[in-house]
């Protein structure tokens, strides 16, 4: 991101030029200032400030700001060192949360809206018509399924969790047109979520993967929710990839619930109403 800014000075205004070369001096710093401090140090106006980053293709200095965290934060090489025995517990600390933040900021960047859209009005769909709705996960993956099952439940919708090879077969051959199945797998090559894969997708069902592009897994199902994420042991732990997955169950069920709207308040506020109840008795 910073190379493209780099190579796009020439062809700037001199104002926002000025703008740029504060991004290239301090891209972190930037990222912090408010647009009036980004301004006065830039010697431009606040509108300038804005231009300049839609210039570059952005919507806005949110946008960008947020794009620029990102790129920062996957080029610190701070962050890509392994935890060694002799690290402090602050050492510890900034490597783990720094490693889960980089893979969520990579995620929100390169996510695809159009997929996800695509991933939601299927899950909306099969609930307005009363069809199954099923999470399948291995290991990590496994308590990832579990967590989305709780999550759409909190919305008034049923669903099934399994992370059991052989309950995934058997459920997946109960599927049937109408019906949704949502299979969740870093890696995208076990076998058992494979074969729950086909089975749904030959029984008519409609199948979303939440995994690594490029995976056998990806290729299979009719809607891919790309979460890569990889698996070099020394940098991340297998808990990164795990939340990395539940954040894209979160954005999911956040569309889903919009997508069915004003259907769900009394449920939810009777849901509500009840729980308050129990725990106040």
């Known amino acids: 991101m910073l190379d493209r800014i780099a190579a796009s000075l020439s062809s700037l205004a001199p104002a926002e030029q000025r703008v740029a070369r504060l991004v290239l001096a301090d891209a972190r710093l930037f990222a912090r200032l408010p647009v009036r401090e980004l301004a006065a140090r830039a010697q431009v106006s606040k509108p300038t400030v804005v231009r300049f980053c839609r210039s570059m293709g952005y919507d806005g200095l949110a946008d960008f700001k947020l794009k620029l965290v990102g790129s920062v934060s996957e080029g610190v090489p701070f962050i890509h060192r392994s935890v060694d025995a002799d690290d402090k517990t602050g050492d510890v600390l900034v490597k783990v949360v720094d ?51 709780h999550k759409f439940f909190r919305l008034g919708i049923t669903s099934l969790a399994t992370s059991d090879g052989h309950m995934q077969v058997m459920s997946a051959t109960l599927l049937g047109p109408g019906d949704c199945a949502v299979i969740i797998s870093n890696s995208g090559r076990t ?6 894969a086909d089975i749904a997708r030959k ?3 409609t199948t979303i993967a939440i995994t690594a592009s490029g995976s056998p897994l990806a290729a299979a199902c009719a809607v891919h929710l790309a979460a890569d994420h990889p698996e070099g042991y020394d940098r991340y732990s297998p ?26 308040q009394p449920l939810l506020q009777q849901m509500k109403d009840n729980l308050r109840a129990k725990r106040y008795a």
Request: proline share 1%.
């Open 99 to 149: 490693n889960a933040v980089a893979a969520f900021l990579q995620y929100r960047n390169a996510a695809s809206t159009v997929l996800m859209e695509r991933a939601a009005e299927a899950i909306a769909a099969t609930w307005k018509t009363g069809r199954r709705i099923e999470f399948y996960g291995a290991g990590n993956s496994g308590i990832v399924a579990q967590d989305a099952q």
């Open 191 to 196: 076998r058992d979520l494979m074969d729950a």
């Open 203 to 205: 029984k008519g069902a």
């Open 239 to 264: 808990m990164v990839s795990r939340l990395l997955h539940l954040l894209v169950i979160d954005v999911l069920a956040t569309c889903v619930a919009l997508r069915i709207g004003p259907a769900l």
